[in-house]
DNA sequence: GTTACTGTGGCTATTACCTCA
DNA sequence: TTTGAGGTAATAGCCACAGTA
């Protein structure tokens, strides 16, 4: 398996049960539940609009084509949009946003809009392209891109904030995969070491020999590539050979 | 120069919709 | 036809930072 190729990285840690990605905080904030959405109490209280949504192509149709009717709004307002589902309908409840020019456009369309729409493939090829040249919008470039795709600014804003969160959570899982194979090659090693140590224990006092003798043996390393162990006098002022490790914490390099 | 306030954008965690096996 | 899983658009809340009074 290439390290390189980041799929299989991604398969290969997930099927090892490594958990990926941010999934803890140390904020408070996160510890404790969020207060639940609560259409009703909206619907009583501020008294949104209220509308029953066919959840058919229909609908889709009908949301697409008032969404392409009605001119981009100014950019990014943080509209709130709540909806809950019945067996029957998705009831799509829009609450105020006080200063949101997208909300009082929502008012006017009486509150008919799909929550969530599925981006069409060009409009998904587009986005991304534009997030492999800068993975940050400034709002003219925003503005621009969503005029383009026939998007609301805001939409344009959140595709780019979902995928920086994706490119970094594949990162982690690259990272956490590096992470486990290093741990892996250095559990492996430091079993060969202890293991040789064993032997030059053994050896030290059924034959003594002068050279294993002067050498600690925890300063001996194997050569990663060629398997063989080097080794001088400890404390020696002399450079090391090649293939030669006297630091056992560090990571030897091949011969 | 310092402080308080405000607006904006990014991040993280989470929710909920949608598709597909 | 139903259902569960996975992908992802959307939301909520926090933080950092810049601009301003």
Redesign the pocket.
């Known amino acids: 398996m290439d390290i390189n190729n980041s799929q299989d990285i991604r398969e290969t840690a997930l099927s090892l049960g490594l958990g990926v990605?941010?999934?803890?905080?140390t904020?408070a904030?996160?510890l404790r539940p969020?207060?639940p959405?609560s259409p009703l109490t909206n619907l009583a209280s501020d008294q949104p609009s209220l509308a029953l949504s066919l959840?058919t192509d229909a609908y889709a149709e009908t949301a697409k084509a008032k969404e392409e009717s009605r001119p981009a709004p100014a950019?990014?307002s943080?509209?709130?949009?709540?909806?809950?589902?019945s067996p029957h309908a998705?009831i799509v409840l829009r609450?105020k946003d006080v200063g949101s020019d997208e909300a009082e456009e929502d008012e006017e369309d009486n509150g008919c809009v799909?929550?969530?729409?599925?981006?069409t493939k060009e409009q998904?090829a587009m986005l991304e392209n534009r997030f492999k040249e800068h993975t940050?919008?400034n709002?003219k470039q925003k503005q621009a891109l969503a005029k383009q795709l026939n998007l609301r600014p805001?939409?344009v804003?959140?595709?780019f904030?979902?995928r920086?969160?994706?490119t970094?959570l594949k990162q982690t899982e690259v990272d956490c995969e590096i992470l486990r194979r290093c741990y892996e090659k250095l559990t492996a090693e430091n079993q060969r070491l202890r293991k040789e140590l064993q032997e030059m224990k053994s050896l030290r006092f059924s034959a003594p020999s002068p050279l294993y003798m002067q050498i600690p043996a925890a300063t001996l390393a194997l050569c990663p590539s060629c398997q063989r162990i080097n080794g001088s006098e400890a404390g020696s002022d002399a450079a090391p050979k090649p293939g030669l490790f006297l630091n056992p914490i560090t990571r030897p390099a091949p011969c």
């Open positions: 990605g941010p999934t803890t905080t904020s904030e996160h969020r207060e959405c959840s950019s990014s943080r509209s709130a949009v709540s909806s809950f589902s998705t609450e799909r929550k969530k729409l599925r981006l998904s940050s919008l709002p805001r939409q804003e959140v595709w904030q979902n920086r969160a994706r970094k």
